[in-house]
Protein backbone atom coordinates (compact mmCIF):
# COMPACT_ATOMS: atom_id res chain seq x y z
CA UNK A 1 0.00 0.00 0.00
CA UNK A 2 0.84 3.65 -0.65
CA UNK A 3 3.25 4.67 2.46
CA UNK A 4 3.59 8.39 4.11
CA UNK A 5 6.63 8.55 6.26
CA UNK A 6 7.23 12.08 8.73
CA UNK A 7 10.17 13.72 10.37
CA UNK A 8 10.46 14.41 13.22
CA UNK A 9 8.73 11.51 15.23
CA UNK A 10 8.68 13.64 17.74
CA UNK A 11 10.19 16.81 18.60
CA UNK A 12 10.42 19.35 21.59
CA UNK A 13 11.32 22.65 21.09
CA UNK A 14 10.82 25.74 23.49
CA UNK A 15 8.29 28.65 23.56
CA UNK A 16 9.03 31.28 20.59
CA UNK A 17 11.16 29.04 18.41
CA UNK A 18 9.75 27.56 15.55
CA UNK A 19 9.58 23.76 14.26
CA UNK A 20 9.15 22.66 10.66
CA UNK A 21 7.44 18.70 10.25
CA UNK A 22 8.53 17.18 7.02
CA UNK A 23 5.81 14.73 5.34
CA UNK A 24 6.87 12.31 2.32
CA UNK A 25 4.93 10.10 0.31
CA UNK A 26 7.37 7.14 -0.58
CA UNK A 27 5.83 5.77 -3.47
CA UNK A 28 3.50 7.21 -4.76
CA UNK A 29 2.91 11.08 -5.93
CA UNK A 30 0.42 12.77 -3.58
CA UNK A 31 -1.12 15.85 -5.34
CA UNK A 32 -3.04 17.00 -2.24
CA UNK A 33 -1.37 16.35 1.39
CA UNK A 34 -3.90 17.31 4.23
CA UNK A 35 -2.60 18.48 7.62
CA UNK A 36 -4.34 17.20 10.80
CA UNK A 37 -3.92 17.78 14.34
CA UNK A 38 -4.64 15.98 17.84
CA UNK A 39 -4.78 16.61 21.23
CA UNK A 40 -4.91 13.93 24.22
CA UNK A 41 -8.32 11.86 23.90
CA UNK A 42 -9.63 13.90 20.95
CA UNK A 43 -10.08 12.94 17.28
CA UNK A 44 -8.27 14.28 14.67
CA UNK A 45 -8.63 17.79 13.71
CA UNK A 46 -8.50 18.94 9.74
CA UNK A 47 -5.58 22.07 10.03
CA UNK A 48 -5.20 22.55 6.34
CA UNK A 49 -5.27 21.27 2.38
CA UNK A 50 -1.97 21.35 0.68
CA UNK A 51 -1.69 21.23 -3.04
CA UNK A 52 1.80 20.77 -5.33
CA UNK A 53 2.83 24.05 -6.61
CA UNK A 54 -0.65 25.98 -4.56
CA UNK A 55 -1.01 27.95 -1.60
CA UNK A 56 -2.62 26.19 1.01
CA UNK A 57 -6.01 26.19 2.00
CA UNK A 58 -6.96 26.36 5.61
CA UNK A 59 -9.25 25.37 7.48
CA UNK A 60 -12.06 27.66 9.50
CA UNK A 61 -9.97 28.77 13.08
CA UNK A 62 -6.27 27.66 11.76
CA UNK A 63 -3.77 30.71 11.95
CA UNK A 64 -2.14 30.11 7.93
CA UNK A 65 0.86 32.48 9.25
CA UNK A 66 1.16 30.33 13.01
CA UNK A 67 1.29 27.24 10.51
CA UNK A 68 2.90 27.74 7.35
CA UNK A 69 2.60 24.91 4.83
CA UNK A 70 4.82 24.10 1.84
CA UNK A 71 3.74 21.81 -1.11
CA UNK A 72 6.97 21.65 -3.02
CA UNK A 73 6.71 18.71 -4.63
CA UNK A 74 4.25 15.50 -5.39
CA UNK A 75 5.64 13.85 -2.99
CA UNK A 76 6.90 16.74 0.03
CA UNK A 77 4.72 18.43 1.99
CA UNK A 78 5.90 20.33 5.08
CA UNK A 79 4.29 22.59 8.27
CA UNK A 80 6.65 24.90 10.07
CA UNK A 81 5.24 25.89 13.68
CA UNK A 82 6.16 29.56 13.97
CA UNK A 83 6.80 31.30 17.61
CA UNK A 84 5.70 28.11 18.83
CA UNK A 85 3.70 28.11 22.37
CA UNK A 86 3.13 25.47 24.67
CA UNK A 87 -0.72 25.05 23.62
CA UNK A 88 0.64 24.29 20.31
CA UNK A 89 2.14 21.05 21.92
CA UNK A 90 -0.10 18.50 20.13
CA UNK A 91 0.27 15.36 17.38
CA UNK A 92 0.56 16.33 14.43
CA UNK A 93 -0.83 13.96 11.55
CA UNK A 94 0.15 14.33 7.71
CA UNK A 95 -2.17 12.23 5.17
CA UNK A 96 -1.52 12.16 1.11
CA UNK A 97 -4.25 11.05 -1.50
CA UNK A 98 -3.66 9.44 -3.96
CA UNK A 99 -5.73 8.60 -7.06
CA UNK A 100 -7.93 5.97 -6.11
CA UNK A 101 -9.04 8.68 -3.88
CA UNK A 102 -7.71 7.18 -0.83
CA UNK A 103 -5.87 9.09 2.09
CA UNK A 104 -3.10 7.35 3.37
CA UNK A 105 -1.86 8.74 7.03
CA UNK A 106 1.85 9.08 8.04
CA UNK A 107 2.57 8.15 11.53
CA UNK A 108 2.43 11.57 13.03
CA UNK A 109 4.70 13.53 14.78
CA UNK A 110 4.48 14.48 18.72
CA UNK A 111 5.33 17.95 19.17
CA UNK A 112 6.66 19.24 22.89
CA UNK A 113 6.73 23.03 23.83
CA UNK A 114 8.24 23.70 26.83
CA UNK B 1 -18.04 18.84 9.85
CA UNK B 2 -18.51 15.02 11.05
CA UNK B 3 -21.37 13.54 9.91
CA UNK B 4 -21.51 10.44 11.22
CA UNK B 5 -22.06 9.03 15.22
CA UNK B 6 -20.70 6.62 16.96
CA UNK B 7 -20.52 4.71 19.99
CA UNK B 8 -17.79 6.02 22.16
CA UNK B 9 -16.61 2.67 23.21
CA UNK B 10 -17.48 -1.37 22.63
CA UNK B 11 -15.83 -4.18 23.98
CA UNK B 12 -15.12 -7.52 22.32
CA UNK B 13 -13.88 -10.87 23.13
CA UNK B 14 -10.69 -12.17 21.31
CA UNK B 15 -11.70 -14.29 18.66
CA UNK B 16 -15.34 -13.34 18.18
CA UNK B 17 -16.56 -11.00 15.15
CA UNK B 18 -16.56 -7.58 16.22
CA UNK B 19 -19.48 -5.02 14.91
CA UNK B 20 -19.11 -1.52 15.06
CA UNK B 21 -22.25 0.55 14.35
CA UNK B 22 -22.39 3.60 12.63
CA UNK B 23 -25.41 6.24 12.01
CA UNK B 24 -25.07 8.64 8.87
CA UNK B 25 -28.75 9.36 8.67
CA UNK B 26 -28.04 12.32 6.55
CA UNK B 27 -25.59 10.81 4.30
CA UNK B 28 -26.50 12.15 0.33
CA UNK B 29 -26.11 9.95 -2.77
CA UNK B 30 -22.59 11.41 -3.62
CA UNK B 31 -21.04 10.13 -0.31
CA UNK B 32 -18.98 7.11 0.43
CA UNK B 33 -18.75 5.88 3.94
CA UNK B 34 -15.09 5.15 5.09
CA UNK B 35 -13.81 3.49 7.71
CA UNK B 36 -9.77 3.73 9.45
CA UNK B 37 -8.72 2.91 12.51
CA UNK B 38 -6.50 4.36 14.99
CA UNK B 39 -3.67 2.63 17.21
CA UNK B 40 -2.77 4.67 19.85
CA UNK B 41 -0.05 7.05 18.81
CA UNK B 42 0.19 6.30 15.57
CA UNK B 43 -1.43 7.68 11.81
CA UNK B 44 -4.79 6.58 11.42
CA UNK B 45 -4.75 3.33 8.60
CA UNK B 46 -7.35 2.74 5.99
CA UNK B 47 -9.54 -0.35 6.74
CA UNK B 48 -12.85 -0.54 3.93
CA UNK B 49 -14.79 2.35 1.84
CA UNK B 50 -18.40 1.75 0.39
CA UNK B 51 -20.80 3.32 -1.69
CA UNK B 52 -24.81 1.18 -0.79
CA UNK B 53 -23.19 -2.63 -1.89
CA UNK B 54 -21.72 -4.35 0.72
CA UNK B 55 -17.78 -4.64 0.60
CA UNK B 56 -15.56 -7.26 2.25
CA UNK B 57 -11.08 -7.26 1.99
CA UNK B 58 -8.65 -9.15 3.67
CA UNK B 59 -9.54 -6.87 6.99
CA UNK B 60 -13.55 -6.36 7.12
CA UNK B 61 -16.66 -6.15 5.68
CA UNK B 62 -17.94 -3.56 5.56
CA UNK B 63 -22.86 -3.79 5.77
CA UNK B 64 -24.17 -0.80 4.58
CA UNK B 65 -28.22 -0.54 5.01
CA UNK B 66 -30.56 -0.02 2.20
CA UNK B 67 -31.68 3.22 3.05
CA UNK B 68 -28.02 3.70 3.32
CA UNK B 69 -28.52 5.46 6.94
CA UNK B 70 -26.01 3.50 8.50
CA UNK B 71 -23.49 1.15 8.55
CA UNK B 72 -21.68 -1.61 10.38
CA UNK B 73 -18.16 -2.61 10.36
CA UNK B 74 -17.05 -6.06 11.08
CA UNK B 75 -13.78 -7.63 12.03
CA UNK B 76 -14.34 -11.73 11.78
CA UNK B 77 -11.93 -12.59 14.29
CA UNK B 78 -10.69 -9.58 16.69
CA UNK B 79 -7.48 -10.50 17.89
CA UNK B 80 -5.92 -8.04 21.03
CA UNK B 81 -3.81 -6.04 18.09
CA UNK B 82 -7.43 -5.17 17.19
CA UNK B 83 -8.22 -2.32 19.71
CA UNK B 84 -8.06 0.93 18.30
CA UNK B 85 -10.44 3.74 17.96
CA UNK B 86 -12.29 3.77 14.86
CA UNK B 87 -13.41 6.52 12.83
CA UNK B 88 -16.38 6.21 10.53
CA UNK B 89 -16.43 9.31 7.85
CA UNK B 90 -18.60 9.93 5.03
CA UNK B 91 -16.60 11.99 2.25
CA UNK B 92 -18.67 13.66 -0.72
CA UNK B 93 -17.68 12.16 -3.83
CA UNK B 94 -17.35 15.75 -5.86
CA UNK B 95 -15.67 17.57 -2.88
CA UNK B 96 -13.47 14.21 -2.11
CA UNK B 97 -10.64 16.32 -0.60
CA UNK B 98 -11.41 16.64 2.84
CA UNK B 99 -12.06 13.99 5.64
CA UNK B 100 -13.70 15.20 8.76
CA UNK B 101 -13.05 12.88 11.69
CA UNK B 102 -16.08 12.43 14.12
CA UNK B 103 -15.12 11.08 18.11
CA UNK B 104 -14.72 7.41 16.52
CA UNK B 105 -15.62 4.45 18.80
CA UNK B 106 -12.73 2.51 20.84
CA UNK B 107 -12.74 -1.09 20.45
CA UNK B 108 -11.19 -3.08 23.05
CA UNK B 109 -10.61 -6.12 22.46
CA UNK B 110 -9.68 -8.49 25.72
CA UNK B 111 -8.53 -12.18 26.16
Known amino acids: GAVVSQHPSWVICKSGTSVKIECRSL??????MFWYRQFPKQSLMLMAT?????????EQGVEKDKFLINHASLTLSTLTVTSAHPEDSSFYICSGRVAGDEQYFGPGTRLTVT | DAKTTQPTSMDCAEGRAANLPCNHS???????VYWYRQIHSQGPQYIIH???NNETNEMASLIITEDRKSSTLILPHATLRDTAVYYC????????????FGSGTKLNVKP
Open chain 2, 26 to 32: TISGNEY
Open chain 1, 50 to 58: SNEGSKATY
Open chain 2, 50 to 52: GLK
Open chain 2, 89 to 100: IVRDLYNFNKFY
Open chain 1, 27 to 32: DFQATT
